[in-house]
Structure formats: structure tokens, C-alpha cells
């Protein structure tokens, strides 16, 4: 982290946003970090169950390591759990973002493990240590190019308080992104889903690498290189904090802010029933 060091406050504003009061603000977090650990525990008991299913050595062979990943995974999820209570996510919000910046990875690399093993299950001829080794080391691998891309993006100046970010686009503008990206890929892994399914095991477990493969592209591209990004200013910039007080006030600005949005959908729905309404009007005073 010394190489940031040259780097001031100004030069991290962009991540700002999701701390005060977007998806990384430590009280929202605290009611869903959780969710990391438990998918984790999840996938890690659906590979060690799929993994006997494969052979006896098999399973006895790989038991040490399931174990271990199931019982880092029991740890990380007990712990969050601490932090559903608002006042503990707030007063230990920097180990929070630790434990989330050791969460999220793991739960994506145990996804693609489970989803491994039921390949091998499948087809015992599949190389699945190989595979394995190379997607681990791949995820080091991509992990690290998206470090020295963030830090040249970091130099450019793209994570000031009106940069491009990580993504290309400043904060608002990219949490519609995920939103339009995933609008168009849940359709697209449906209908993939459909084609696939008419190709036996071997086309569903293709799909269904090939995704875990996108997912973990994103995790440790764009997810894990923001967090520790934002754990860094946690450490360095006592700003990026949130205390009490601007906990309440931000509550305070997201309680206004929802009575507004149900305010313009309520208005927006009676705007739509307007027209039924004065058409039957003029129906009724014809007759």
C-alpha cells in the first residue's frame, strides 16, 4: 500500500458515494455480508456431498480440503452476523470491510469448486485438479491485472469525486449498468439454459462453468478490487468512516427520499387510471 501513499484523500472521492450512503455503507452492508459466507457454506457441503458421489478415494482424498474451506467459511459466516446489529457494523466498520474483502472471493472460487465437482461427478474422465490449479491461479492472475489497471486508472485521476471509476462511469450511473447488464443476462442464461438442457449433462455443465467463469471475471476484476480500494480509505482517511450522526442523517435523507419515489409512483399510477376513468365518464353521460 505504500505506492498509494503519494495519492490524497481528493484522489479516492469517487468510492465516497457507496460508503456514505450506497451499497457499501457499513449499516447496509451489515444486513447482507452475511449472504457471502453462508452461499459459501452452501456450496462448499453441495461439493463435499457431490465429491462421494464420484468414488470413496476421491471424496477421502479431498476431505481435508473441504473441511477447511467449510470451517473458514463457518467462521467468516458467524461473524457476520455480528454486524446485523447496527452499532457494531458502525464502531468496527473497518473489519467489516475485511471480512467482506475475504467473503466474496471465497464464495465465488466454492461456487465454481461445487460446480467442479459435479462436473467430475458427471464425467469421471474430467481433469478436475487440473482444472483446478489453472482457475485458481488464473484468478490470481486477472486479480492482479486489475490491480495495476485500478492503480493506472488511479493515476489518470478516474477515482476523483467526478471520475469514471473502475467501469467507466461515475457511481449513479454505473449502479443502472449492473442493473441493465443483469437485465439482459438473466434472459440470456434462461434461454441458455433452455438450448442446453436438450444436450444432456454435458451441454448444462458447460453452461454453467462457462458462468461461473463470468461471475468470478466480474468478482475479481470490479468487486474485490473496489473493496480494497474502499478498506484502504478506511485506514488512511478517517472520513471515510461513517460515524452516528451521519448514520442518522443519512437515514433521515433515505427515509425522504423513499416517501418521494412512493409519492411520484402513486402519482404516476393515478396519471394512468386518469384516462380509463374519463372514458367511462363520457360513456356514461352519453347514455
Known amino acids: ?46 461439493a463435499y456431498a457431490a465429491s462421494q458421489s464420484v468414488s470413496s478415494n476421491f471424496s477421502q482424498f479431498w476431505f481435508p480440503f473441504f ?16 454486524f446485523i446489529s447496527k452499532r457494531l457494523s458502525l464502531k468496527y466498520q473497518k473489519f467489516q470491510m475485511l471480512i467482506l474483502l475475504l467473503s466474496a472471493p471465497k464464495m465465488s472460487f ?12 458427471d464425467f469421471l474422465t474430467f481433469p478436475f485438479f ?22 493506472h486508472l488511479l493515476q489518470k485521476g478516474e477515482f476523483k469525486e467526478n471520475g469514471r471509476g473502475l467501469m467507466g462511469k461515475q ?21 441458455g439454459g433452455i438450448v442446453m438442457s436438450f444436450l444432456g449433462n454435458m451441454g448444462q455443465d458447460i453452461m454453467i462453468l462457462s458462468i461461473m467463469l463470468v461471475m468470478s471475471f466480474l468478482m475479481y476484476t470490479v468487486v474485490s478490487t473496489e473493496f480494497i480500494f474502499v478498506f484502504y480509505c478506511k485506514l488512511r482517511f478517517p472520513s471515510f468512516n461513517v460515524t452516528a450522526e451521519q448514520q442518522v442523517g443519512i437515514d433521515r435523507k433515505n427515509k425522504i427520499l423513499l416517501k418521494q419515489i412512493n409519492r411520484l409512483e402513486k402519482e404516476k399510477k393515478e396519471a ?6 374519463e372514458k367511462k365518464g ?5 347514455r
Open 130 to 151: 487440473n482444472t483446478l490449479i489453472f482457475y485458481a491461479l488464473g484468478s490470481i492472475f486477472i486479480f492482479g491485472l486489475s490491480l495495476l489497471r485500478a492503480y
Open 67 to 82: 473441511f477447511f474451506q467449510e470451517l473458514t467459511a463457518c467462521i467468516l459466516f458467524l461473524v457476520t452476523l455480528l
Open 272 to 277: 394512468m387510471k386518469r384516462p380509463e376513468r
Open 1 to 46: 500500500m505504500r505506492v498509494l501513499s503519494s495519492f490524497s484523500e481528493q484522489d479516492f472521492e469517487f468510492f465516497r458515494n457507496g460508503v456514505s450512503s450506497g451499497r457499501l455503507n457499513p449499516v447496509r452492508l451489515g444486513k447482507m455480508v452475511f449472504i457471502y459466507p453462508f452461499l459459501s457454506l452452501l456450496m462448499v457441503f453441495g
Open 282 to 286: 363520457r360513456h356514461g353521460s352519453y
Open 171 to 191: 457511481y449513479g450511473e454505473r449502479v443502472n449498468s449492473f442493473s441493465s447488464m443483469f437485465s439482459i443476462i438473466f434472459p440470456i442464461v434462461i434461454l
Open 110 to 121: 466454492e461456487m465454481t469448486l461445487f460446480f467442479l465437482v459435479k462436473t467430475k461427478m
